[in-house]
């Protein structure tokens, strides 16, 4: 459950504009890291970032890590 909060926390704590560099689950069809910013971003941790190869939707419960990128 621990794990589960601090993710929370964590997307919480990002911003429009943030780069961030993230891991999806396998059953989401993506394989490798994305990188990029974020577009907007609603109350339950869903998200949009544009990436170099477009804008991909992310939804929290896909998310296996997130790293803010400076």
């Known amino acids: 459950m621990a794990v589960f909060q601090s993710l929370a926390s964590t997307l919480r704590a990002l911003a429009v504009g943030d780069r961030v560099k993230v891991t999806l689950r396998p059953e989401s069809g ?16 869903n998200f949009s970032l544009q990436s170099d190869s ?7 419960g896909d998310i296996l890590s997130i790293t803010k990128k400076s």
């Open 54 to 60: 477009g804008v991909v939707q992310v939804r929290a």
């Open 30 to 45: 993506r394989f490798l890291p994305i990188e990029g910013y974020i577009l907007q971003k609603d109350e339950s941790g």
